[in-house]
């Protein structure tokens, strides 16, 4: 893990995180992972998933995972005194992070372009449904609503089924990675141009930028692109296969990875059969190629499958549960958990930098105001 002692890739840089729930909250939390102070603004009766199960001593889990590493302050933005607060902080700092529907900072007399008046190096990252500007920026957007505009739910399921919702909130966090990115892109502009910005980040835009191949397939060829469950619509073997106790993966993406898959299995003729020695026959047999495959792996256990494909070289894998995933030999290898001071164990982040910090836990409601009168007293930056 990171070495504690070391400094962090974001020290010196603080944040504003005006946001709720998860969009917002997870972008800053990838800035503090990495060593940025984060502050988190929350109203006096706090964000509204410190209500979201399930519980950790009394707090919520889900509020700790993507608000950890952060200091954390209360102000009521209806309150013309912590309005003043907040632009005073706004000086401060270097971005806020804000995942308000678009008008109401402006409402609020806080709008991004006033606060880059007050502070012209700040950064602002705005994430919304549907951007800051348009017809159904106003709108507002839950994950849900975003996967199923976007076209991603249409192409999720299997055939002939009903539109099926990614079951992870892609919608929030494909926006929030893209949040991070874009504020370290406009750090990284300001160095330069000595100026902040305005980062617009739409859900909706977000998953439609992510839809790679089935994009592609929609614009260039005259087939629309459905649902087709674990396969790729676009080679064929590629999915998860029955064995005797569950199912395996197989992940065939070229002609020689086809060969490897015949061996394995006592199929070799397929590789000089006219019906399934190229990608676009296959794809015509889909079906087809499954039931032969299914039927080579009859008697054979997952733990069996397995390692007849890796001694062949067939990319593979078994299907995990979460429980797995998280305890499992890879996942305890790969450190995927870690465990706070306090004896909460949360999502380790992927970013193995050596400026990255180990988490630390999530802030009380208004943990840190005593803290306020400290910062107020620093110079403005800018």
């Known amino acids: 893990m990171v070495n504690p002692g070391k400094s962090h890739s974001l020290e010196g840089l603080r ?12 972008c800053s ?41 952060k200091k954390g302050i209360t102000l009521n933005l209806k309150e013309e ?49 549907f951007g800051q500007t348009g017809s159904m920026s106003k709108a ?15 192409v999720t399921g299997w055939p002939g089924g009903r539109p099926t919702r990614v ?29 902040g910005q305005h980062v617009d980040v ?16 929609d614009l260039y060829e005259e087939e629309v692109p459905t649902a087709v469950g674990s396969d790729h619509a676009m080679t064929v073997p590629f999915s998860t296969y029955r064995v005797d106790d569950g199912e395996v993966v197989i992940a065939i993406l070229n002609e020689k990875l086809f060969g490897c898959l015949t061996r394995a299995l006592g199929l070799e003729y397929m590789v000089e059969d006219s019906r399934y020695n190229s990608n676009a026959a296959r794809k015509e047999r889909r079906e087809e190629v499954r039931s032969i495959i299914e039927d080579a792996l009859q008697g054979k256990t997952v733990e069996q499958a397995l390692k007849l494909f890796q001694e062949h070289g067939v990319p593979t894998a078994p299907v995990h549960s979460v429980d797995e995933a998280l305890h499992g030999d890879i996942g305890v290898e790969r450190e995927v958990l870690f ?36 910062w107020l007293a620093e110079q403005a930056r800018g």
């Open 15 to 26: 944040v504003l995180d005006m946001s709720r729930v998860l969009a917002g909250p997870f």
């Open 29 to 69: 939390m990838i800035l503090a992972d990495l060593g940025a102070e984060v502050i988190k603004i929350e109203t006096p009766w706090g964000d509204d998933s410190r209500n979201f199960g399930p519980d950790f001593n009394g707090d919520s889990a889900y509020y700790r995972l993507f608000n950890r590493s």
């Open 81 to 129: 005194s912590d309005l003043n607060t907040l632009r005073e902080l706004a000086k401060r700092a270097d971005v806020v992070v804000e995942n308000f529907r678009p008008g109401v900072m402006e409402k609020l007399g806080i709008s991004p372009e006033t606060l880059m008046e007050l502070n012209p190096q700040l950064i602002v990252t705005s994430i919304s449904g």
């Open 140 to 154: 507002p957007a839950y994950d849900l609503v975003a996967q199923a505009m976007s076209g991603i739910m249409s």
């Open 167 to 195: 079951g992870v909130s892609l919608g929030d966090l494909v926006p929030g990675l893209y949040g991070a990115i874009g504020t370290l892109g406009a750090l990284q502009e300001r160095l330069r141009t000595g100026h």
């Open 202 to 217: 739409a859900m909706f835009d977000s998953l439609v930028s992510i839809l790679e191949s089935v994009a592609m397939r």
């Open 339 to 374: 465990t706070e001071s306090d004896g909460f164990t949360t999502l380790s982040s992927p970013l193995r930098l050596s400026g990255s910090r180990q988490p630390e836990p999530a802030p009380r409601l208004g943990e840190h105001n005593s803290y306020i009168p400290e």
